[in-house]
């Protein structure tokens, strides 16, 4: 088993083929350049949607009308599930909370949650995997293996379960950004290990590794200098295509009641769990609005992510040959003569 | 030429052993795993009773469960069950875990067979179409179609077809596994599977196979979406390439016409990653089965996770945990077996 | 003399490249007769595959192709797809240049060959169709006990034999054999010419057999045909042109093998050029040694000496004015080539 990361078709490819390339100061800019066509729209258009979630989420308290546990403004209670209106644009919870405040704040949770994991997953897969691929040994054996043994497992079940370690059982430490975070970053350490790992060793052996290696230059230099170098290139396309699935897990998380404490902020998971059980009632606004908050949200992503990934990837890289029409033949053509 | 197929065919036995003994070391890690990680926690008996019994109860049904003992003691014990199938039982209904695994166990397996059909019969076809019209307009559609089959949550997608065909369209049902009076009747059968669907036709009451299939399909296809959207991608690639084979142009140049070119020589030829990769969907789906089966109320192993869960009963959710580990090993192993079978030039 | 099998005019095909079209093959002509083998040399990249690949009707997405490609008395041009099809194996069959990767893997050797007979002669019983597949392979020393084999039980020149033999079977007109020894050593190669000289005894098939080894023209062929740059520059019959070359490309291509009489090596000064923007007039001009004002400016005719025909205007002297004639040195020639 080699390809393990079935949304990264060829990453694998990509990681075995350091080409040493330096990229611009601006990445992104890069990688738009790089592109054309679909590819490109691609690219945009998730770029915008994370985007829009960005500013939503920075400026929250500016954008929602209530806070998100509201359920009465300026001593008038809003009442529950009332159906959108000009008051409540998205209606009100079962719990009557507007409904459009809970997912503009959800953004914001959201996109906490999400960049805290994929920094804490990357501060320490990163370095766990050159560590691990360059040393080798027996430690890089027991890493290989307790990663492969996670990346096999369902990654919700491992989230909940290192959820509850952090929780202590007592659910008054729960809750928090920083413990759902790190519940995800448990998720998501073994695929940067892996690739990092795999890219480390594939780089070790060559020649310019090598030769540094024969100057002297110590293990630290060469790890940071010139593997890191080549094999860092990858991350940006795990991290995003691991956004996307991030969010995912969170939602996931929320909606089994775990993950994000309903006191400590709005989660769009953990609405979607309380609306499962009014669509009996043809209730659909308590689900809608934040179902397609997350799903937007993780299309914006997995498209900025796919599209690195296309770029980083000639092989995927679309090229789009023209149809050859055939000009009419050259005036003065040789004709068949003989001498 | 004998001896060379000989030597091959041990170096499929030799692969399958290889194969074979990983799957014990990946089942002990997790199992080992969930254990301590729950036990950081602290007491189960504590998270599951505190508060509602009183402390000498609590040390009575303490000393029953043998947690008083020193936790390595008990962590052998819980492994030297596991060994024997014996994943423990649970602390608030007193349930055998393995009785959880055979009588749910069952409802999950029918419930992500048919989510795999629903995967295959969706990825599939798009992706082949995907593949022919590559960079097209209809590619396009279907990559989109693919990401946006990922990034919408199984619970989102099952409440919106739940509101759709259910609560307004009433075509089927909204949750569980069967009407009561069905369930009632069908579970009466001689060798009960606790397969519903199979149980109904051992019965043979067709109303009653009706009434399971439409409790059936808005479960299956939740379930199916969380991945055809990665078979349609897999397909796609697959054939891409495949399409440009060597032996593809060769078929092409004996004049074989060039459907019959992609359907016998690139298509089964893209099949072989395909199967490869199915073997790492299984966690996927294990996973998507938790969401699934919560947002249908389909009883279930993510079921009763999240039952369990929700009275903090660790011990149950332990124990449901470890034997999914095990699953899925086993599962991703069967997957490997079997790619390696279909593929001539690993079976001999 | 019998009317040929084959006989192309003027045929191009150019296939669409990422920085436009690449005129790979740019007007040739040439004819082949029943029994004849001609051999097609140049160096890699002159178009050799292209021109074998056009005449089978293999050409890659958005490539053009046209001219006329006469073969038994139809143009295969002006053919419906469907009908062009059935010529493609029944009439022509193409032997590739590496054997290991040209035979689906998943199938037997037994279902390659019924699925040809199936396709091309559906008349056939399965006895019928077995006694044909096996008389083909025994013909090549396959013996019948490996006809239910996978392809990946043969060697490599086991498998050329069995590709032959799937061309064999339905006993084509036409034989197409690009560089087909080329990927193989040395004593399987004189064994695949060993059968390509029997199957000539035993069918007379017209064969073009492609190769960058004067050595298999020298041994094999009746007639060659030289391609530079996506033209045939000369061709005739082999004793006549090995003695006599007429054009200075296949006079230096001449001089650049190795011999026992070999005292030093020659090369070719410059490279091959790119086919997508190739040179003005004749395409050898920038790399030719005898180079005249004319050579950049006006193409060349196609003169016939004896049994030979070349395209320079060295042999055409007389249609020259005095400005033509003046010699052009090698330095000059990107001025003119952007003239």
Redesign the interface.
Known sequence: MSINLPELEGTEAAVALPTGRRHSRVPGLDAIRATSGFQRGMLVAGALIVLFFTVVAVFAKLIAPYGFNDDRHGGKVFGRLVAPSSQHWMGTTSGGEDVYSRVVFGAQTAMEVIVLAVLLSIVVGVPLGLLSGYFGGWLDRVLVLVTDALFAFPSLLLAIIVSIAIAGGSSSATGGILSAAISITVVYVPQYFRVVRNATVAAREEPYVEAARTLGASPLAIMTRYIFGNVVQTVPVIATLNAGDAILTLAGLGFLGYGIDPSAGAEWGHDLSKAISDTSNGIWWTGVYPGVAIALLVVGVTLVGESLNDVLNPLLRTTRLKQVVLPSRRTGEPTQESA | ?AT??KSSSGSLRTYLITRLLLVI??VW??VT??FF??R????PI??AFGGRLSPADIAVRRHAAGLDKPLLSQYWHYLVGVTHGDFGTSLTDNTRISHILIVNGAATLELTFWAVLVAIAVGVPLGRVAARYR?RLPD?GLRLFA??A???????L???L??LF???LTWFY?SGRASPNVEIAINNVAPNTHIYIINAIQYGNVSDIWDVLRHTVLPAITLGMLVAG?FL??VR?NLLQTMR??????????????R?VIR??AF??AL??VV??M??????L??GA??TE??FEWQGLGYK??YY??R?D?VA?QGI?AA??VI??LT?FLI?VAAAVI???VR? | MSAPVVDVRDMRVWYAGPSGPVQAVDGVTFALRQGEVLGLVGESGSGKSTLGRGLMGLVPRGAAIDGSIEFDGRDLLSLPKKERGRVRGAGMGLIFQEPMTRLDPLMKVSKHFTEVLKVHEPKLSKDEARIRALDALRSLGIPPTRYDNYPHEFSGGMRQRIMIALALVLRPKFIVADEPTTALDVLVEAQILRILADIRERYAPAILLITHNLGIVAEACDRVAVMYAGRIVEQGPVRDIFATPRHPYTRALLNSTISLSTRELHSIPGAPPDLVRPPTACRFHPRCEHVMRVCADVFPPTVRVDRQEAECWLLATDRIDAAGRAPLSRQEVPVADEA
């Open positions: 030429m060379a197929t070391p990946m890690i997790l795993l969930v990680v729950l950081v926690v602290g007491d504590q998270s960079d396009v990401v946006l990922y990034a919408v949550p199984v619970f989102f099952g409440l919106l739940k509101l259910a609560t307004n909204a990665v991608r897999l690639v084979a060597d032996y593809v142009e060769a078929a092409r140049a004996r004049g074989v016409p060039e019959r016998k020589h089964r030829n072989i990653p490869t990769v073997g790492l969907q299984v966690a996927t294990l996973g938790v969401l919560t947002t996770i999240a869960l929700s903090q660790y959710v945990v999914v580990a899925v090993a991703s490997d593929d001539p030039r001999y």
